[in-house]
T-cell receptor, first 111, second 113 residues
Framework: TQLLEQSPQFLSIQEGENLTVYCNSS?????LQWYRQEPGEGPVLLVTVVTGGEVKKLKRLTFQFGDARKDSSLHITAAQPGDTGLYLC???????????FGTGTLLAVQP | NAGVTQTPKFQVLKTGQSMTLQCAQDMNHEYMSWYRQDPGMGLRLIHYSVGAGITDQGEVPNGYNVSRSTTEDFPLRLLSAAPSQTSVYFC????????????FGPGTRLTVT
């Protein structure tokens, strides 16, 4: 069974700092989705990466897919309090063909 | 469009009680899923549906039933609530498939005492 490991589990930073969170797997990803979940809400899709080495940008967020498609990272530049939330990665779970989620990185950006 | 809606937002049950969590979507998506979210466990798939009249089990189906009589609605039934079912429940829908990009509802926080 494919497992998605996210690191760090928790991150508390000051407004304006940069940060990177990671999603790693023991298996090759077919594609990878990144979601953000704000407190009391459901996850919202940020981006899907498909091709090894792919880089996608969404305003201050940069998503990178590893060349071997076994890892991905999310970099936030000049974090703002509105970036606070749980960041989840998800991918198709190998033979199960279902969506598997990582346990997430909980980000708190202090003003 | 309202997207995916869930009711109720909060619920407290006693052990052994039954209830139905409601989920509806207005995006005409064929694929719908129920997940539960527990601290340190991530989101885990309970049941899913690939279209009206078709449902199947996910990773943690025990103690839950589903049905899909229409494209729009996908209720989740707890047959006899147990404290282990205390969790936050999310309904999701998708246009492209069960493992494709998901649109989530706002969730139901359930406590079983």
């Amino acid at each position: 069974t494919q497992l998605l490991e996210q690191s760090p589990q928790f991150l508390s930073i000051q407004e304006g700092e940069n940060l990177t969170v990671y999603c790693n797997s023991s298996s090759v990803f077919s594609s990878l989705q990144w979601y953000r979940q704000e407190p009391g809400e459901g996850p919202v899709l940020l981006v899907t990466v498909v091709t090894g080495g792919e880089v996608k940008k969404l305003k201050r967020l940069t998503f990178q897919f590893g060349d071997a498609r076994k890892d991905s990272s999310l970099h936030i530049t000049a974090a703002q309090p509105g970036d606070t939330g749980l960041y989840l990665c998800a991918s198709r779970g190998g033979a199960t063909n279902k969506l598997i989620f990582g346990t997430g990185t909980l980000l708190a950006v202090q003003p | 469009n309202a997207g995916v809606t869930q009711t109720p937002k909060f619920q407290v049950l006693k052990t052994g009680q039954s209830m139905t969590l409601q989920c509806a979507q207005d995006m005409n998506h064929e694929y719908m899923s129920w997940y539960r979210q527990d601290p340190g466990m991530g989101l885990r798939l309970i049941h899913y549906s690939v279209g009206a009249g078709i449902t199947d089990q996910g990773e943690v189906p025990n103690g839950y039933n589903v049905s899909r009589s229409t494209t729009e609605d996908f209720p989740l039934r707890l047959l006899s609530a147990a404290p282990s079912q205390t969790s936050v429940y999310f309904c999701a829908s998708s246009y492209d498939g069960i493992a494709a990009e998901q649109y989530f509802g706002p969730g139901t926080r359930l406590t079983v005492t």
